[in-house]
């Protein structure tokens, strides 16, 4: 069964920094795009940011660029999004979202085979 799961989120204070995790089981995410996206309360789903098979990370939000960054540990199977100076904006359920064959661009679209649940980051002092 192919399965993502999230973890890492919680309360943070502003500026600081929080690690995200996705695990996939049943699955390899070496052949996989992987896209990190967030949805915060009364918001549209919007994708953060996605690491290619071939090893390149492309941000796709201008409100994270220079703060967010992604990797990958193929040894432990998961994908990682590394946040740091968290805004109270930055507040939202973070998910994961992985595709064998679509290009980061589609999947950060919204098209994309699996999707692990989501972890909630809330941002506040």
């Known amino acids: 069964q192919v399965q993502l799961v999230e973890s890492g989120g919680g309360l943070v204070q502003p500026g600081e920094s929080r690690t995200l995790s996705c695990v996939a089981s049943g699955f390899s995410l070496d052949y996989y795009n992987i896209a990190w996206f967030r949805q915060a309360p009364g918001k549209e789903h919007e994708g953060v940011l996605c690491?290619?098979?071939?090893?390149?990370?492309?941000v796709y939000s201008d409100s994270v660029k220079g703060r967010f960054s992604g990797s990958r540990d193929k040894t432990k199977n998961t994908v990682y999004l590394q946040m740091r100076g968290l805004k109270p904006e930055d507040t939202a359920v973070y998910y994961c979202?992985?595709?064998?064959?679509?290009?980061?661009?589609?999947?950060?679209?919204?098209?994309?085979?699996?999707r692990g649940q989501g972890t909630q980051v809330t941002v506040s002092s």
């Open positions: 690491l290619a098979r071939t090893g390149n990370i492309t």
């Open positions: 979202a992985a595709d064998r064959f679509r290009l980061c661009r589609t999947i950060v679209g919204g098209q994309y085979s699996d």
